[in-house]
């Protein structure tokens, strides 16, 4: 059983450049998150997801994309990296309702 | 808005000492608190929910709604508790779902 597994674990990127990071899971979880964590602010949410098809902005949305076209993957985008988005990206899912959250390994990406 | 206040950043403590590690929130409805620990290097996992009332690795968090605290606590530190420790409030999203909203984490050491 994997649980959340994310693509790529590491990853440098030039100013510029995009990408996308996957996040997959195989709880047959509804919801999917994505957090960005940086040094002193803890983890704020970028998107979020509360079924396949639909997607949402969470705190921190500005230069990123998502898409949930099936219900085990959420991706992020980036469009235009820019080194404020030098970042751990950590992707997460649960169940609906108040329970407990599951967390990929996390994806360190440096924008240069 | 939802808010959640982890007013230490480092906390270093000698092993066999109390931890408690603090926590406040702000939030108008009922809340459902959680404490989420990251050991290095790992991904993020749950320790303890307030409403499952359960001590963790000797961990224990009361909700205290009048001072709207949900203090991490442990009699007796173990050096396998130095870690990441994040308070987290689930709330209700305006399109449906709960998310997790993070607090700034506190970084645990105990030293022998």
């Known amino acids: 059983n994997a649980g959340v597994t994310q693509t790529p674990k590491f990853r440098v990127l030039k100013t510029g450049q995009s990408m996308t990071l996957l996040c997959a899971q195989d709880?047959?979880?509804?919801?999917m998150y994505w957090y960005r964590q940086d040094p002193g602010m803890g983890l704020r949410l970028i998107h979020y997801s509360v079924g396949e098809g639909t997607t949402a902005k969470g705190e921190v949305p500005d230069g990123y994309n998502v898409s949930r076209l099936k219900k085990q993957n959420f991706l992020l985008g980036l469009e235009s990296a820019a080194p404020s988005q030098t970042s751990v990206y950590f992707c997460?899912?649960?169940?609906?309702?108040?329970?407990?959250?599951?967390f990929g390994q996390g994806t360190r990406l440096t924008v240069v | 808005a939802q808010r959640v206040t982890q007013p230490e950043k480092l906390l270093s403590v000698f092993k066999g000492a109390p931890v408690e590690l603090k926590c406040n929130y702000s939030y108008s409805g009922s809340p459902e608190l959680f404490w989420y620990v990251q050991y290095s290097r790992q991904r993020l996992q749950l320790l303890l929910r307030?409403?499952s009332r359960e001590s963790i690795k000797g961990f224990t968090a009361d909700l205290n709604k009048g001072e709207t605290s949900f203090h991490l606590k442990k009699p007796f530190a173990q050096e396998e508790d130095s870690a990441m420790y994040y308070c987290?409030?689930?709330?209700?999203?305006?399109?449906?779902?709960?998310?997790?909203?993070f607090g700034t984490g506190t970084q645990l050491k105990v030293e022998l």
């Open positions: 997460a899912s649960r169940y609906t309702g108040a329970t407990e959250a599951f």
């Open positions: 307030h409403i």
């Open positions: 709880m047959n979880h509804e919801y």
């Open positions: 987290a409030l689930s709330n209700i999203l305006t399109g449906g779902g709960n998310k997790l909203t």
